[in-house]
């Protein structure tokens, strides 16, 4: 996509640290004049979009923080339009029967990101509504899924979709929570990996005896059995953990390196009257 107007400059006026939240998407297209998504439609699929960004500190200091651009990331994404294509299908909508605004996904970034009143929007004096800015008064609604309770015949939730954030194990706790969490129920949907069972690991038998014809080989056995049989990554990570740098006027640079942030999305701590610009240098997908 091409972007005519792509440096944003964003303000908070407080005097204690306020947290914020970018929605690039959204901001770009407020100061463009033109509707920017966070996904991309591709062969049936929302596949999300990685806004490449460089993040210059004016005054004081903040630390933002970004989504990971990994598979989890994407895969949750991915599978959360699949599921709003499905209850739209249930209700016999097409998307040709959706307004062109209601073709797209709007995704929070986690369950304490709300409409306006906690954004940052360009140009504006402070954060949220009043403040002024860029399409701070507009509508925008964000993409919501409405399912049937598992736990009481004929009613139904609805609620919007966040990117982090763990849902609650019970459905019958799922009034608490703010919102649907992407990535967490992509994780609960996915085949998980089965951790290695004693009756997995190797056995200590006559052929590896009748081959190897070592001293060794019973306790290069005994060892195999009990190293390295665990994955090196959590996925439980992708759904609570951000990517997370700092950029201030009192640090050697008060500009990041380029950033990718997934559906364009951030979550900024700014101390006392900080203000800052992003500079949106392309978009890529995941």
């Not at 947290?19 to 596949?47: F, M, P």
């Not at 019958?172 to 969490?181: G, H, I, L, P």
Request: charged share 20%; glycine share 8%.
């Amino acid at each position: 996509m091409k972007l005519e107007q792509n440096i944003l400059q964003f303000a908070y006026a407080g005097s204690d640290p306020s947290t914020g939240y970018h929605d690039i998407a959204r901001n770009l297209s407020a100061v463009n004049g033109k509707s920017i998504a966070q996904t991309k439609r591709s062969k049936g699929k929302y596949k999300p979009l990685g806004f490449m960004i460089r993040v210059r500190a004016l005054s004081g200091s903040i630390f933002v923080s970004s989504l990971n651009c990994g598979y989890p990331t994407r895969n949750a994404v991915v599978l959360a339009g699949h599921a709003r294509d499905e209850m739209l299908k249930s209700a016999g909508i097409s998307r040709s029967n959706l307004e062109t605004y209601q073709k797209e996904l709007r995704i929070f970034m986690d369950g304490t990101m709300a409409n306006s009143s906690n954004q940052f929007f360009p140009g504006a004096t402070n954060i949220g509504t009043g403040a002024g800015g860029w399409g701070e008064s507009l509508t925008y609604d964000y993409t919501k899924l409405t399912i049937d309770r598992p736990d009481t015949s004929g009613a139904t939730f609805s609620k919007a979709l966040a990117m982090l954030g763990t849902q609650s194990a019970s459905s019958s706790d799922w009034d608490a929570d703010t919102q649907f969490y992407c990535i967490d129920n992509w994780h609960k949907w996915r085949h998980s990996f089965t951790p290695a069972a004693t009756a997995d690991d190797v056995e200590n038998n006559v052929f590896s005896w009748a081959i190897q014809q070592s001293d060794t080989s019973e306790a290069i056995i005994d060892m195999i059995d009990d190293s390295q049989d665990e994955k090196p990554y959590d996925l439980d990570d992708f759904k609570a953990n951000t990517m997370i740098t700092r950029v201030a006027t009192d640090v050697g640079s008060p500009v990041s390196a380029v950033i990718c942030a997934p559906l364009g999305l951030l979550k900024v701590v700014g101390a006392a009257s900080a203000s800052w610009e992003i500079e949106v240098l392309g978009v890529v997908e995941l």
